[in-house]
């Protein structure tokens, strides 16, 4: 349930995790992404917390990458919105989905 | 990815003009972004906002915002955000335009408004140079930077904007970059409810020009170099906060002024008041 549990081993244990950690849920986010509006700026790709999206091989109508989520990750965002927040093309936006 | 989806803030732009012209990695369209949050959180309906700027890239930000905007000569914004300011006051009169607008054609707008403690929010993005004109050093390049006309790095010391607007008698001054987007919109919606003259000023990449020139390889680089060299000091000296970043000088972030000085609308409306009894 917590593979991807990145809490205490990337930040150098700066804190524990807490011990009811397992019983409360994750929220669950759906990305949505505009592709002939992205310009492959990487702010997203660099602030996403669970490292979701990357470049695509892709190329759209403007000759850009555009970003994709990962394959493997699809469940992996938890609308944080951070992408939605750094993006300055208004290329991405993320919906919470009710679990 | 479907044609019904929407934005969430698509009601606050014109999206059939997107996407923008602004270069891969320019920090324009998170300020644009954070602008149109605050104005989502203000509590001030879409239709009493307007949004003034001058000439450059960051004064292309009006034409993306569906509300009443106006995209004036160049250096001339405040003048006219004052103007509109002072014939109907129940508006919320922004200016965002560039430091090249802002400071180094209209510098004299600017320090007679804060002056004045005019009603107005100057939002003014600073990316260091004269970006669209090819990059050439201005009056906020920090001193032994590089630019298209100083090769050999700037000899010149810069402007430090903040501490400029709080001597002019500035109601509120704040500095951030477009890498705090939550803290930006923060401090934008507390500025839209200040009364008098508020200034923010957000430190912003130029991908093409000053990145380049120093040494950055793309825009996310160069505001990760000044994210990662920022520390957060409300209560800082205004002095001291000149920007020197390549020298090992922190860049020092946070809302520095917020005061209470009776501002020009309500002097104003006041003198008419008091005018108009006495007349009768």
């Known amino acids: 349930m917590i593979k991807e549990s990145k809490i205490n081993h990337d930040q150098g244990n700066i804190w524990r995790t807490p011990v009811n950690y397992e019983r409360f849920p994750k929220p669950k986010g759906k990305i949505h992404i505009f592709p002939e509006r992205c310009k492959e700026c990487n702010y997203c790709t660099n602030y996403c917390p669970n490292e979701v999206l990357e470049r695509s091989t892709s ?39 009710r679990q | ?6 934005h969430p803030k698509h009601q606050y732009v014109r999206e059939e003009r997107f996407p923008h012209v602004w270069c891969p990695g ?3 369209g998170i300020l644009l972004q954070s602008y149109i949050g605050a104005v989502e959180k203000s509590g001030i309906p879409q239709d009493n906002h307007v949004l003034v700027s001058g000439i450059g890239c960051t004064a292309r930000i009006p034409g993306y915002v569906n509300m009443d905007t106006y995209h004036t000569t160049h250096g001339r914004a405040i003048p006219f955000a004052t103007g509109i300011k002072l014939a109907n006051p129940d508006l919320k009169v922004t200016v965002i335009s560039g430091d090249g607008d802002l400071f180094n054609i209209g510098g004299n707008h600017f320090i007679h408004a804060a002056r004045r403690n005019m009603d107005l929010l100057v939002i003014c993005s600073n990316n260091f140079n004269y970006g669209m004109t090819g990059g050439q050093h201005g009056a906020t390049t920090p001193p032994t930077s590089k630019s298209a006309s100083t090769p050999y790095g700037n000899i010149e010391p810069a402007f430090n904007l903040p501490h400029l607007a709080y001597a002019l008698g500035a109601s509120y001054v704040a500095r951030w970059t477009v890498m705090h987007p939550r803290q930006l919109v923060k401090s934008i919606k507390t500025a839209m409810e200040v009364k008098g003259f508020a200034f923010i000023e957000v430190l912003s990449p130029c991908p093409p020009n000053f990145a380049k020139f120093n040494g950055f390889a793309d825009g996310f680089e160069e505001m990760e170099f000044y994210r990662s060299n920022s520390i957060v000091r409300n209560e800082a000296k205004l002095d001291d906060i000149s920007i020197d970043p390549f020298h090992g000088k922190p860049v020092v972030l946070g809302d520095f002024v917020n005061r209470k000085r009776a501002s020009y609308v309500t002097l104003e409306r006041e003198l008419i008041k008091k005018s108009m009894e006495g007349s009768r």
């Open chain 1, 59 to 97: 190329v759209n109508v403007y000759g850009y990458h555009p970003v994709r989520v990962k394959k493997g990750k699809e469940d992996s965002c938890v609308a944080c919105g951070m992408c939605q927040t750094i993006c300055p093309d208004f290329a991405i936006f993320v919906t919470e989905v």
């Open chain 2, 1 to 6: 990815m479907t044609s019904l989806e929407f």
């Open chain 2, 26 to 28: 320019c920090g324009l």
